[in-house]
């Protein structure tokens, strides 16, 4: 049979082997105990190979269905000879009975030659188990019978099959409870959210109710004087309308409240996309500008170097943050009215702060109302022709730091590799990032901050609120200068 296992093999070929060599022939008391010895051995080695289970089956079982496989077929689709009977019927008996002896031998007659040869028969087996015993049937059976093994094989198919059915049905019933429950506990969580909603309007009912009882009282009485039945039907009428009214200004509140979210949802994607493309921008800037380095340097000889200007090294600025946001403001509003700005939407405000004689550091500090707002600080290397803070509105953020260059016509000046020298003249002053703009939470805390002057020119403070389509933003700030020797701890 293809389905026996590998390990299988040699326990069954090993108790094949013994069978074949088990003797009905009559044996001495003598040679009893020899057989049983040599039994005993052969039987140990069985023990040892032999598996619990034969073609998939418990050993059990499949001697149950082996022995009525045999009974019903003897004679009819199974013919054995006289021997090979004798040892099934000895197999039988020693499932039965155990091990011979005398006392568990039935009585035979003087003329029973049959009995006398099974009991022989059994005898030959020694003392091996019951469960032996039954391999040892079904072994035999085998291999007498071609037929068994095909039976086996279809016994074991329609197993198997009953098997997955059961198992397929029980898994089909799991889910099936699994369904039933999960229909029950979505009943029962609809049917507590259902008795809230029912607690939660009649609570909202009567608190509307106590609130306008006295009122609805008036009107039905003058409606119908002396008649207190009608006057109590008008007064349930007017609460029924006045609560119905009332939940669908609750529910306009709610879909305003929802749109309001969502716009802001899809302000801050755009302001995620504009800082992606301002850095995607920045970093094209910075290479085209090391592409212009590079070629300049290429291009300009030892003495034309002196003309382009180097800028000392700016050191980091210094930023923290305080509470006392209404204070602040106050003392804001109490000062002078200039320093409150109202920063429209879309809109970037630059305080422009130059740099004074006296001063060798700029302190800054602002809140907002409300909502955040976009902050940085820039340094504009020119010389300033006023001390005085001026304010500057505009839509969008323009780059300052684009410079245009334009061929010297002068041509005693000379050339380089054929073509004209090539002159730096800027549009605008060169500007130097100090603090990079980002977002502050800045109607938490009070924003502040300081730096160093790296040299004359004028301070950009800018606040931006160019992310914002729909918001604008009220901005309290405050700007001063320091000496040498004055810092944050002392202010």
């Excluded at 300049?296 to 006392?324: F, H, L, Q, Y």
């Excluded at 005085?388 to 590799?417: A, C, F, H, M, T």
């Excluded at 004359?456 to 933003?473: A, C, M, P």
Aim: proline share 3%; charged share 35%.
């Amino acid at each position: 049979m293809a389905a026996v296992a590998e390990e299988d093999v040699s326990g069954v070929s090993t108790l094949s082997e013994w069978i074949d060599e088990l003797s009905v022939s009559d044996v001495t008391e003598n040679d009893k105990n020899s057989t049983n010895k040599t039994d005993s051995n052969d039987v140990d080695v069985t023990a040892k190979n032999c598996k619990p289970r034969l073609w998939g089956f418990e050993t059990r079982e499949l001697y149950k269905f082996a022995l009525n496989f045999y009974k019903e077929k003897e004679g009819k689709a199974v013919h054995l000879s006289y021997e090979d009977k004798l040892k099934l019927v000895a197999f039988t008996q020693q499932v039965t009975h155990g091990k011979y002896t005398a006392e568990n031998a039935p009585p035979l007659g003087v003329l029973d030659m049959i009995g006398r040869d099974r009991r022989v028969a059994w005898q030959n087996l020694g003392d091996i188990s019951k469960e032996q015993a039954m391999e040892g049937f079904i072994i035999l059976l085998d291999k007498l019978c071609p037929l068994f093994r095909t039976v086996v094989e279809a016994q074991k198919r329609n197993f198997e099959e009953k098997q997955r059915l059961k198992r397929e049905e029980e898994a089909k019933k799991q889910e099936e409870e699994k369904k039933l429950k999960a229909l029950e506990e979505e009943k029962k969580k609809q049917e507590e959210e259902r008795l809230k909603e029912e607690t939660q309007r009649r609570q909202i009912q009567d608190a509307l109710n106590q609130q306008t009882y006295y009122q609805f009282k008036l009107y039905a009485e003058q409606q119908y004087p002396g008649n207190p039945e009608q006057q109590g039907v008008l007064i349930r009428q007017l609460q029924e309308q006045h609560y119905h009214q009332y939940m669908q200004q609750l529910h306009q509140n709610q879909l305003v409240i929802e749109d309001h979210i969502e716009k802001e949802e899809e302000e801050e994607k755009e302001v995620k996309i504009k800082k992606n493309i301002q850095l995607k921008n920045e970093t094209c800037k910075d290479d085209d500008r090391d592409d212009d380095k590079n070629n300049t340097n290429e291009n300009v000889n030892d003495e034309d170097s002196d003309e382009v200007e180097d800028w000392p090294p700016i050191n980091p600025a210094e930023m923290w943050t305080r509470k006392g946001v209404e204070e602040f403001k106050q003392t804001i509003r109490r000062e002078t009215g200039d320093s409150i700005i109202k920063v429209g939407h879309g809109e970037t405000v630059t305080v422009r702060v130059p740099t004074h004689e006296d001063g060798t550091c700029l302190f800054w500090e602002f809140a907002t109302d409300g909502y955040d707002i976009g902050f940085g600080v820039y340094f504009e290397w020119s010389k300033p022709e006023t001390n005085q803070v001026s304010v500057y509105i505009s839509e969008s953020e323009e780059d300052e730091d684009e410079e245009e260059y334009e061929p010297r016509k002068d041509l005693e000046s000379g050339s380089v590799n054929g073509n004209a020298r090539p002159e730096r003249r800027t549009t605008t002053p060169p500007i130097s990032v100090i603090i990079p703009i980002y977002r502050r939470d800045s109607q938490e805390e009070i924003y502040a901050g300081s730096h160093q002057y790296p040299g004359e020119g004028i301070y950009l403070l800018k606040f931006d609120n160019s992310y914002s389509l729909w918001r604008s933003k009220t901005l309290y700030y405050r700007v001063y200068y320091t000496r040498q020797g004055f810092t944050k701890n002392n202010n």
